[in-house]
């Protein structure tokens, strides 16, 4: 559901935050105590909005008396408590994970809560694109979906810089890598760390080698004809 | 040896073909760098986070903010940027979708719970 946050730690890594954690966004600054009533209605909206696809039955409370109406009302009422349940089964378990915290965890979810950005920056950029006044909830949809496109690229360059036996912080390479691995899912390049050999040609590989024409030079050096190219000494 | 210097290369010759080579962001001032190091800290990265790095996810995302208006423009309503052609745009994507519909509902409770405050107050 909502953004699955990998949160690195020296040993630790977690997953999946509940979707009942997404009342807390940049607009509230509530206490626990008003949130819990926000959140309940908030689950059954969503239980509504998922099951967009498997009964469109909507919740009809305003008819009155007839059975076939009733055995309607009640389905997606069980399974609107069902779903409150599971909700509320989750927002538990993230209350005892999240009060398990150590000190740098939990600033580092407080970063990754409280973090968003500014609505009058995305506001402006949207508009000087358009041309034209756009919503407020354009500029919420749009930060939020910012938020967790930034939240993929990072989360993929830590994957790459761990795959690549550095440390974090991330540098440009990795931030890179990260995109071009999002551009292209196929696309694996490794870092040459070793002296180049022609089996490192290999490295680059795609799904279909679409360069296959090597030279030969005077000297012996291999070639490619690729953008990138280095010589193997 | 092949590293940066060629990654740093390639990466042009990639990003060219998407309409905004870093070079033309370079001139921009920076929009989002308080706001993405928090951001970035919190996804994982490390609590001070490279100038360098932070100015790499700025462009991306303001790439990915203009490549979304330009595509939301051409749909739906020609010229205007509105919220169901976000949503149409982003279907595929299920965390970003998601995403969206939790914040749009949040802000639909939040707008009702203040206009049941305020007309609490007026009325007594």
Same mark, same amino acid.
């Not at chain 2, 009702?112 to 007026?122: I, L, Q, S, T, V």
């Given at each position: 559901?909502?953004?699955?946050a990998?949160?690195?730690?020296?040993?630790?890594?977690?997953?999946?935050?509940?979707?009942?954690?997404?009342?807390?966004t940049?607009?509230?600054?509530?206490?626990?105590?008003?949130?819990?009533?926000?959140e309940s209605k908030?689950?059954?909206?969503?239980?509504?909005i998922?099951?967009n696809k498997?009964?469109?039955?909507?919740?009809?409370?305003g008819?009155?008396?007839?059975p076939?109406?009733?055995?309607?009302?009640v389905?997606?009422e069980k399974?609107?408590?069902?779903?409150?349940?599971?909700?509320e089964?989750?927002?538990?378990?993230?209350?005892?994970?999240? $009060?398990?915290f150590s000190?740098?965890?939990l600033?580092?979810?407080e970063?990754?809560?409280r973090s968003a950005f500014?609505?009058?920056a995305?506001k402006?950029?949207?508009?000087?694109?358009?041309? $034209?006044?756009? $919503?407020?909830n354009v500029v919420?949809?749009?930060?939020?979906?910012s938020?967790?496109f930034?939240?993929?690229i990072?989360e993929?360059a830590?994957?790459?810089?761990?795959k690549?036996?550095?440390m974090?912080?991330?540098?440009?390479?990795?931030?890179?890598?990260?995109?071009?691995?999002?551009?292209?899912p196929?696309?694996?390049?490794?870092?040459h760390?070793?002296p180049?050999?022609?089996?490192c040609?290999?490295?680059?590989r795609?799904?279909?080698?679409?360069w296959?024409?090597f030279?030969?030079?005077d $000297?012996?050096?291999?070639?490619t004809t690729?953008?990138c190219?280095f010589?193997?000494? | 040896?092949?590293e940066e210097?060629?990654?740093?290369?390639f990466?042009?010759?990639?990003?060219?073909g998407?309409?905004?080579?870093?070079?033309?962001?370079?001139?921009?001032?920076?929009l989002?760098?308080?706001?993405?190091?928090?951001?970035?800290?919190g996804?994982?990265?490390?609590?001070n986070?490279?100038?360098e790095?932070?100015?790499?996810?700025?462009?991306?995302?303001i790439?990915f903010?203009t490549?979304?208006?330009h595509k939301?423009?051409?749909?739906g309503r020609q010229?205007?940027?509105?919220?169901?052609?976000?949503v149409?745009?982003?279907?595929k994507?299920p965390?970003?979708?998601?995403?969206?519909?939790?914040?749009?509902?949040?802000?639909?409770?939040?707008k009702?719970?203040?206009?049941?405050?305020d007309?609490?107050?007026?009325?007594?």
């Amino acid at each position: 559901m909502a953004d699955p946050a990998r949160i690195k730690t020296e040993s630790n890594s977690e997953q999946s935050l509940a979707a009942g954690e997404s009342p807390k966004t940049e607009d509230t600054e509530e206490v626990p105590v008003t949130s819990a009533d926000t959140e309940s209605k908030d689950t059954s909206s969503q239980s509504i909005i998922h099951e967009n696809k498997q009964d469109s039955v909507a919740e009809d409370e305003g008819t009155a008396g007839h059975p076939a109406s009733k055995k309607l009302k009640v389905e997606p009422e069980k399974k609107k408590d069902r779903r409150q349940k599971v909700d509320e089964d989750e927002i538990q378990k993230m209350q005892v994970l999240v $009060s398990s915290f150590s000190e740098e965890q939990l600033n580092r979810y407080e970063m990754y809560r409280r973090s968003a950005f500014p609505k009058a920056a995305i506001k402006r950029l949207i508009q000087s694109i358009t041309g $034209s006044s756009v $919503s407020q909830n354009v500029v919420i949809a749009m930060s939020g979906i910012s938020k967790v496109f930034a939240g993929e690229i990072v989360e993929e360059a830590l994957d790459v810089c761990e795959k690549w036996g550095d440390m974090p912080p991330l540098q440009p390479k990795h931030m890179r890598e990260a995109e071009e691995q999002r551009a292209d899912p196929q696309y694996k390049a490794q870092e040459h760390s070793l002296p180049l050999s022609h089996t490192c040609l290999a490295d680059y590989r795609r799904t279909e080698p679409s360069w296959d024409v090597f030279h030969l030079s005077d $000297s012996g050096n291999l070639h490619t004809t690729l953008s990138c190219s280095f010589s193997l000494f | 040896m092949a590293e940066e210097e060629d990654e740093a290369g390639f990466d042009d010759d990639m990003d060219d073909g998407a309409g905004g080579a870093d070079g033309n962001h370079g001139k921009r001032k920076r929009l989002f760098s308080k706001e993405l190091r928090c951001m970035m800290y919190g996804f994982g990265d490390d609590q001070n986070p490279y100038t360098e790095s932070v100015d790499i996810l700025e462009d991306l995302v303001i790439e990915f903010v203009t490549e979304m208006t330009h595509k939301a423009m051409s749909i739906g309503r020609q010229g205007r940027v509105q919220v169901e052609d976000i949503v149409f745009l982003i279907r595929k994507d299920p965390r970003k979708f998601a995403r969206v519909k939790d914040l749009l509902t949040m802000n639909e409770e939040l707008k009702r719970a203040r206009k049941a405050f305020d007309e609490a107050n007026y009325g007594s």
